[in-house]
C-alpha cells in the first residue's frame, strides 16, 4: 500500500481504489475513491468507468461498479446510486432503496446527497473533476456522500449534508468527518468573470484561503476544495475533522478521469462509503 497524495492507494486491489487513512481508523466503515485502474472498458473509458450515463457499454459499466464494489468489500446488489444533475437536493436512504440505479430502476431523480444510518448498504457517487465528499459520524454511525461539482458547491451541498444528518439523525457537526476526493485543483481549474461572479455571495467565508486567484483579465483560478472546506467549517465541522485527498484529477489524468485533462472524453470514478456491521 503506497501513498497518493493524502490517500492510500490499494495496490493489493490493483490499485482500484484509495482510502482516506482517517477513515480507515473507523472500525465499522468501508469506504474508497476509485482510479482508472483494474477494469474491463476500452478506448477513452480505460479501464474502470462507472459512468452509467456515458457512452460506454451499458454491461462493462455495469461489471466495473461491480469490480469496485468488491474491491472495498461492498455487495455491489445493495448499492445505492445518486441521480446526479448538479442539484443541491440530498435523499435519505433506506433498506428499501437497496440496489436501485445498480440493479434495480431507481425511484428518484436529481439526487446529489445521500445519507444513511443503515449498514450494509453502500453509497455511490461519481465524478470526473469535480468534488466528492464523504461524511461519517462515528458517534451515531450516520454516513453520506455528496457530490459538489461548482453548481453544488455554490448551493453549499456540502453544508445542507450536515443540515441533513443534523435534522434526520441528531448528528452533531462536531462530531461529523468529511473526506474530500480527488478532483480538479485550483492549478487546472481556469473560469471566467461569470462563474467568479456566481460565488461572490460566498465570500465571506474566505480566511485563511482565497477562493480565486486572478491570472489575466477576466480570467481566475477557483480552487473547489477551498469553498468546499469552508462551507463545512462554517456547518459547525472542526478543522481537523475535514480531510483533503490532496490530488487533483487533471494533474493526475492517468490515474483518475478528469473532463478537463481529457477534453470531455472520459468515463467516471466513483466514491463510495458504506456502513458494516461488526
Known amino acids: 500500500m503506497s501513498l497518493l497524495g493524502n490517500m492510500h492507494l490499494r495496490e493489493e486491489k490493483e490499485r482500484i481504489f484509495c482510502t482516506f487513512p482517517y477513515f480507515e481508523k473507523i472500525p465499522f466503515l468501508l469506504h474508497g475513491c ?8 476500452e478506448g477513452v473509458y480505460q479501464s474502470l468507468n462507472l459512468g452509467l450515463k456515458t457512452y460506454d457499454d451499458h454491461q462493462r459499466v455495469l461489471t466495473n461498479i461491480k469490480i469496485f464494489a468488491q474491491a472495498i468489500g461492498a455487495e455491489a446488489n445493495r448499492l445505492v446510486l445518486s441521480d446526479q444533475t448538479h442539484t443541491d437536493h440530498i435523499r435519505v436512504v433506506g433498506k428499501e432503496d437497496a440496489g436501485k440505479g445498480f440493479c434495480k430502476a431507481p425511484d428518484y431523480h436529481d439526487i446529489d446527497g445521500m445519507i444513511t444510518a443503515e449498514t450494509n448498504l453502500p453509497l455511490l457517487i461519481f465524478a470526473a473533476d469535480c468534488v466528492p465528499i464523504l461524511f461519517v459520524d462515528p458517534v451515531k454511525r450516520v454516513i453520506g456522500a455528496a ?15 450536515v443540515q441533513a444528518m443534523q435534522k434526520e439523525f441528531a448528528c452533531q457537526p462536531q462530531n461529523i468527518v468529511a473526506g474530500i476526493g480527488p478532483c480538479i485543483g485550483s492549478c487546472c481549474y481556469e473560469v471566467g468573470e461569470e462563474l467568479y461572479q456566481e460565488f461572490e455571495p460566498l465570500f465571506y467565508l474566505q480566511q485563511e484561503k482565497q477562493f480565486f486567484c486572478q491570472t489575466k483579465e477576466n480570467k481566475y483560478h477557483l480552487d473547489l476544495v477551498a469553498v468546499n472546506e469552508a462551507i463545512l467549517q462554517n456547518a459547525g465541522l472542526q478543522k481537523e475533522h475535514i480531510v483533503n485527498a490532496g490530488l487533483c484529477t487533471c494533474c493526475h489524468k492517468d490515474i483518475f478521469f478528469s473532463h478537463r485533462g481529457h477534453h470531455g472524453r472520459r468515463g467516471l470514478c466513483g466514491s463510495l462509503i458504506q456502513l458494516q456491521e461488526i
Do not use: N, P, V, Y
Open 34 to 41: 476509485s482510479t482508472r485502474f483494474g477494469g474491463i472498458s
Open 147 to 161: 457530490h459538489a461539482g461548482w453548481r453544488g458547491t455554490r448551493l453549499q451541498i456540502a453544508a445542507k449534508m
